[in-house]
């Protein structure tokens, strides 16, 4: 088997597969599907080439490389429902609205977008949150989050995220479980999420 079999086998373990009727594609998280096949690609980019679509499948496949490679690290396991980082104060992969929470954090915070959660065995310990904002309003938003948390267990940590546009990326963990590094270094964030 390939090295990019057996990444992909992984993969579809780590997120699972679709239904016969989803296409039976890899549950990637948000932002990190594969492209479509090359006779879809075309419904949607009328003028696009195959130089085109070979790029776009480069561009999503480094990202995903980069995402596994960060999950393979800690060795997690993804929560698919994760809203916000308070599913990390608890003991279960439950989001606020399985737990009937009255506030999810997630509506005060501008940073919590293209939320994942992240899970060693069942326990959650890291939610990973990427948005278009800039290195500095994210880690404000971050701030605000862990003070809004109230819980000196959970930390953050800024960074480069997986997504294909390098967007600034912060990681809430549980400190007192593992010790956590964004996906790639804050110094790999592009212009003009920099300042």
């Known amino acids: 088997m390939s090295d990019q079999a ?14 016969i009727e ?22 949607h980019h009328k003028d696009g080439t195959r130089e085109q679509h070979e790029a776009e499948w480069a561009r999503q496949t480094a990202s995903q490389a980069v995402l596994m490679d960060w999950v393979g690290k800690y060795d997690l396991g993804y929560i698919r429902r ?34 994942t959660g992240w899970r060693i065995g069942r326990q ?9 904002r800039t290195i500095k309003a994210m880690e404000a938003d971050a701030e605000k989050v862990i003070s809004m948390l109230g819980d000196d267990r959970i930390s953050f940590t800024v ?9 600034p990326q ?16 804050v110094s790999e964030v592009p ?5």
């Open 6 to 19: 057996k990444a992909r086998e992984e993969a579809a373990r780590i997120f699972g597969v679709g239904t």
């Open 22 to 43: 989803e296409g039976g594609r890899i549950r990637w998280p948000y932002g990190m599907e594969d492209p479509l096949p090359w006779n879809r690609w075309t419904r």
């Open 82 to 115: 994760a809203c916000c980082p308070k599913i990390i104060t608890r003991k279960t992969t439950r989001g606020c609205h399985l737990t009937g929470a009255r506030t999810c954090l997630r509506q005060d915070a501008d940073c919590l977008d293209h939320v």
């Open 124 to 132: 959650p310990v890291a939610i990973a949150t990427d948005a278009y």
């Open 159 to 167: 960074g480069n995220s997986w997504y294909p546009g390098g967007l």
């Open 170 to 185: 912060v990681v809430f963990y549980r400190s007192d479980i593992i010790e956590m590094e964004p996906a790639r270094p």
């Open 191 to 195: 212009e003009p999420w920099r300042s």
